[in-house]
Structure formats: structure tokens, C-alpha cells
């Protein structure tokens, strides 16, 4: 059997019915040979491989699934590198397949070739170049084990070409063992009796849900958790999806743009306990005064990131749905009524608030509004910036894994093709994709795909004439010297939507948003809403970088100078 051949097999048995990628010289092999497998895997062809890699993350994080990316060697192959990293950093299962030159030819500088082991290494889980079609199953079997066991993440095979030609023996293996590499799954009982103690004897615990409790699937139990023993709870931007049937329990987002009592029972719980959360910088702040007052429960499949940034008293080394399941086991009465009446009077005082009315749309009120109209179970697709941060702070999350966003590396352009790959993999769910007019810039090529697939994806451009979260900190941090910022010569993003044959339309005033979002609800096909918003709103509360988690900003001046500055501009032209 052919080793291109012997490819498409193993993702047969891998389970894989959807890829994505972009055909190229050195993988040609495998493109003619996906011609065989038509009936049995879909593909996506995208508009540069970066969307492909996007879309293969967009899919895995909604499905559980491995997303399958197959590209060329050389550009094809450093086009991915960012797609690969976004999904590192938010621990998602990959399998991207890179063509690469012959064997006889690596190291002479060949056409398009590239050390694609050599720069994915830092950025992978695990990589691999294939040398002989003799060890091609197993690489494959291998590459499918690393990605989706213990804590997910990217891996890459390099494929070169010749060996896509080699004759072999196709002698898959059902299962393999790596030596070395075993995951903790089970927490260790003595550890999780600790922490059952701790909250026995807790006054004001918390919760604080991580994008650990998504990927692991324990949602579910982690709000029976919550309910069994009364336990307030917040979450990590990666964590959302937390729907405790008491909602007196649930306190919103943390972090630099988490909500005030949010961060206010962080910075006044006596107890956290932390699932699946890797206590980066935009949630912890200073790290000397997070959380100083509590004794800390970190519970994380990597052992890695227990005791990294913040300290543990009780570390718990175990995939969050079996610990969360022990947790469950035990039988206790509690009361911490006083501590979240504590909480619901810091939340009545400090709410998540906007200024309304006024000439311009403003971005939360879109939110609330796409909230309201699409069903509960909507996958929200948000870009990076002050898009991302409004849907996290003003959209109600109500299942698992229905918040898809990039956590970890922050990668504008990721929104579009990661919609599109959500819709793919949740065909009969509703998804909302949320850009901001940079953002959607970066990747707006894939709209071509959106079209050639007549994927029906709901697209709303949040167009505030900058690049919103840089110019907001220019605003607060840099004595508003906008130095880069202005977008104000954006382009009609309907039109250019409208000439690809997308349904679209265009909303300047506050009194057209009800309808463009009911009418973009109502739409069978692919339709997008290009919003022009408020040009000087900003996200608030926000912890300043490096702050205390406690003490956030809640109020920043209105620049009206900035307004006039971008009208200007556009007066200029003739708009």
C-alpha cells in the first residue's frame, strides 16, 4: 500500500470524517489519493492555511474531535504556525500533516522546503518527521494518542514526499504506549480528601472553572458541585459555560476584564478551589496579592502548571471530570448564605454597566441583544479585543464548550475560519461568529469559503474604526497619543460581503440593531451584519496589567476627541 494510502486508512480508523487544508506541489500525492476517499471524508478547501489550521481548532473545540489540517511543505507548511500555536497555548487537539521534499533532498535547500519539525517544536505537543513508510502507521497512531490524551494539544507530521509514493505494509497498531508519557487521570484520594476538609471547614470558598473543565467535558458535574454544597463560582475566559441551577452561585468572568465581584470574591475568598485553570498573567495580576487570603486547590491534568504562577496548598494531579466525580462522592452540610449574600450586595453596588443611548451603537447592547434572539444553545465564535471581551462579559453562557475564542496567544484573524470549522462540526446548531473591523481584516479571505460552501454562518462586524484594545490602552495607559491605532479608511465590509455573495447589511444607528440582529436569526443562508459602533467605548472593569485583581478600574473618561478625529478623517475623503 502506498503511503498516501496508507494516510487516509489510518484516519479512517481514527474516526476522521472532516479535513481542512490547501493542496501544494509537495503534497500532491495525497490530495490525488483524497480523491478516492470522497464518500467517506469531507474536505475544506480554504483560502490560505492559516484559516485551514483555524477552522481544524474551531471544529475540535466544539466536537471534542481532533482537527485535521493538510497543507504543502515550505509556506504552506509556516502558514500553519500560527494557527498551531493558538491551539498550543488553549490545549487543542490537532493533527496537522505537512508535506515535505523528498527524503534525498532535506538539507540541500530544496524548492519550499523548511524545517517544519524545527520551528513547530516549541509550539507542539509532539512532532515528528516521517523517514520511511515502514514507520508511517505508527506515526500516525501516534500523532492521533498524543494530541487527544492527558492535556490535548497540536502535533505535526512531516510527510515527505517520496515516502507518500513508497510501497508498504499497512499493519495499523489498536493501541500504542510511549514510554515515559502516561497521564494522571485519577486524582490521588488523600489530596482530594484534603480538599473536601478545606471546604468543610471554609467560611467563603470559590470556584474558579478553567478551560480545563471544556476540554475535559465536566461541565455538567461541575455545576451539580456547585448546587450539592452551595458554592459560588466564577470563570476563567477559557471557562465559560458555567449554569449552577442557583444563579445566586455564579458570579461572571475574572481577571483584567472580568467582572468587579468577580474579582472581588477572589480577592476575599478564604478557599479557591481552581479546575483546569493555568492561572495566567490576565487573571491573576500581581501575583503577590491574588488571592491572599485563601488557601488554593489546583486541580490540573498537568503537573506542569500546578505551583507555575500561583502557589498550591493542595495540588490535585488529575483529569478535572474524574476529581470533580470524587468530590461528588462526599456528603456534608454547608452554609455560605452569609458569604454570597456578601457577594450579591458587591454585585448589586458594582454591576456590569454602559453608558446608553447617544448617537452611536454601542457594542454590548449588540451582544445582549444576539443573547436574547438566538437559542440557548448558540456557539459563540468571538475574535481577540474589545469584541472578544464584550461577548465574554455580556453573553450568558449557559452550556459547555458553546464559547470559542483564542484564550492563550490572543490571535486576531481567528474568528472567521474558527466559525466556520465550529459550523462544520455543530451543523444543526446556530453559529454566531463576533469580529472587530481589525481582526476580521486578517482573514477575511475566508469569506470565499463561506460562499463556496454556503456555510450558514451569522457574522457581525463590531467596526469601531481602530484597533479597539491597544487604543483603549493608548486612551487609559499613554495619555491618548493613538499612535497606529486609527482604522478610520475601513472598508464597507457588507459590500465587500454583498460582492461574494453573501447576504449583508450595514447599521449606523442604535435604532437598527433590533432588527439587522432578528433578521440575521431569521436567515437560512450565511449572512453578515457590519456594525458601526461606538468609536471611543471601552471595556470595563479593568485591571490595569500587573494590578491588583481587587482593585480594578471601573470608570475612564469619554474622549470626544477621538470622535471628532475619526469623522474628520472620514470627511476628508468625501464619506
Known sequence: MKGSKMLFEALLREGVDTVFGIPGGAIINVYDELCNYENKIRFYLFRHEQGATHAADGYARVTGKPGVVIVTSGPGATN????????????????????????????????????????????????????????????????????????????????????????????????????????????????????????????????????????SGAMDLVNQFLDKFGIPAVSTLMGRGVNPSNEKLYYGGIGMHGTYYGNYAVANADLIIALGVRFSDRIIGNPKTFAKNAKIVHVDIDPAEIGKNVRADVPIVGDVKSVVSEFLKYDFKTDFSEWIEELQEVKRRFPLRYEKGGKFIKPQYIVEKVDEVFPDDTIVVADVGQNQMWVAQYYKFKYQRSFVCSGGLGTMGYALPAGIGAKIGV?????????????????????????????????????????????????????????????????????????????????????????????????????????????????????????????????????????????????????
Open 80 to 215: 500553519t504556525v500560527t494557527g498551531i500555536a493558538t491551539a498550543y497555548m488553549d490545549s487543542v487537539p490537532l493533527v496537522v500533516i505537512t508535506g515535505q521534499v523528498p527524503t534525498s533532498m532535506i538539507g540541500t535547500d530544496a524548492f519550499q522546503e523548511v524545517d517544519v519539525t524545527g520551528i513547530t517544536m516549541p509550539i507542539t505537543k509532539h512532532n515528528h518527521l516521517v523517514t520511511s513508510v515502514e514507520e508511517l502507521p505508527y506515526s500516525i497512531k501516534e500523532a492521533f494518542f498524543v494530541a487527544t490524551t492527558g492535556r490535548p494539544g497540536p502535533v505535526v507530521l512531516d510527510f515527505p514526499k517520496d515516502i507518500q509514493t513508497a510501497e508498504g505494509e499497512f499493519d495499523y497498531p489498536e493501541k500504542i504506549e510511549i514510554l515515559g508519557y502516561k497521564p494522571t487521570v485519577k486524582g490521588h484520594p488523600r489530596q482530594i480528601k484534603r480538599a473536601m476538609e478545606l471546604l468543610k471547614n471554609s467560611k467563603k470558598p470559590l470556584v474558579i472553572v478553567g478551560g480545563g473543565v471544556n476540554i
Open 427 to 575: 451543523p444543526d446548531k446556530e453559529v454566531v461568529v463576533f469580529a472587530g473591523d481589525g481582526g476580521f481584516q486578517m482573514n477575511i479571505q475566508e469569506l470565499m469559503t463561506v460562499r463556496r460552501y454556503d456555510i450558514p454562518l451569522k457574522i457581525i462586524v463590531m467596526d469601531n474604526k481602530a484597533l479597539g484594545m491597544v487604543r483603549q490602552w493608548q486612551q487609559l495607559f499613554f495619555n491618548c497619543r493613538y499612535s497606529a491605532t486609527i482604522l478610520a479608511d475601513n472598508p464597507d465590509f457588507a459590500k465587500i460581503a454583498e460582492a461574494i455573495g453573501i447576504r449583508a447589511m450595514k447599521i449606523e444607528k442604535p435604532e437598527e440593531v433590533d432588527r439587522a440582529i432578528e433578521e440575521l436569526a431569521r436567515s437560512k443562508g450565511p449572512m453578515l451584519v457590519h456594525a458601526l459602533i461606538d468609536p471611543a467605548e471601552v471595556v470595563l472593569p479593568m485591571v490595569p496589567p500587573g494590578g491588583d485583581v481587587g482593585s480594578p478600574l471601573v470608570e475612564a473618561p469619554y474622549d470626544e476627541n477621538l470622535v471628532e478625529r475619526i469623522l474628520s478623517f472620514e470627511k476628508s475623503r468625501g464619506e
